[in-house]
């Protein structure tokens, strides 16, 4: 089945320190959803976005739908250490949930 | 504040050995989803329910079988367990069939032995 590609695949930091993470895929999106996954835990949607170009922040995270609809970033700014986790892309075509395609996730670990 | 509870939480079986996982959401949520999570790889649909009743088959539905009964609950089978199917399992609901607001539970860890 088709998977996104997430670079990096893992990151050691700094508490302080930014983090940029993108997603790419073969295909085009028309929805591209950021999700974090505590340790031992689902994962919780941070961000949705609909619109190529489009550039949405909560709090401290910033993501951006890149304007070829194939890819997409993730910035965290000031990191802290409850920012450790595993963060998810996610990008579907037509809407439905059913159709939504899963990044392979990377992994964050934020040093005090 | 229970969201979606996933029982159990861990679980070793035996290679051809069957058995449940059980999905609860408290949402009202219409749409519930099961997926499977392992490494190096992203999260993988399964199967889902688009109503009371309704399931359909998702990425990687082979060796796996659903029942939904009930709106609130969602339950995946094993009907005999091979160790290909050691993963993390994930279910999750929503209120509408489109993308975005996915609530996830806590995951089930089985290992198949």
């Known amino acids: 089945g088709q998977q996104l590609n997430q670079s990096p695949q893992s990151m050691f930091i700094q508490e302080g320190e930014d983090v940029s993470m993108n997603c790419t895929s073969s295909?085009?999106?028309?929805?591209w959803l950021w999700y974090k996954q505590d340790p031992g835990e689902g994962p919780v949607l941070l961000i949705a976005?609909?619109?190529?170009?489009e550039l949405t922040s909560n709090g401290r995270l910033t993501a951006q739908f890149g304007t070829t609809r194939k890819d997409s970033f993730l910035n965290i700014s000031a990191s802290i250490p409850s920012d450790v986790g595993i963060y998810f892309c996610?990008?579907?075509?037509?809407?439905?949930?059913?159709?939504?395609?899963f990044g392979t996730g990377t992994l964050l670990a934020v040093q005090p | 504040n229970a969201g979606v509870t996933q029982t159990p939480k861990f679980r070793v079986l035996k290679t051809g050995q069957s058995m449940t996982l059980l999905c609860a959401q408290d949402?009202?949520?219409?749409?519930m989803y099961w997926y499977r999570q392992d490494p190096g790889m992203g999260l993988r649909l399964i199967h889902y329910?688009?109503?009371?009743?309704?399931?359909a088959k998702g990425e990687v539905p082979d060796g796996y079988n659903v029942s939904k009964k009930k709106k609130q609950n969602f339950l995946l089978g094993l009907e005999s367990a091979a160790p290909s199917q050691t993963s993390v399992y994930f279910c999750?609901?929503?209120?509408?069939?489109?993308?975005?607001?996915?609530?996830f539970g806590s995951g089930t860890q089985l290992s198949v032995l």
């Open positions: 999750a609901s929503s209120g509408q069939p489109t993308n975005e607001k996915l609530f």
């Open positions: 295909s085009i999106f028309n929805t």
């Open positions: 976005l609909y619109k190529a170009g």
């Open positions: 996610a990008g579907a075509w037509g809407g439905a949930t059913n159709k939504l395609i």
């Open positions: 949402m009202n949520h219409e749409y």
């Open positions: 329910s688009v109503g009371e009743g309704t399931t």
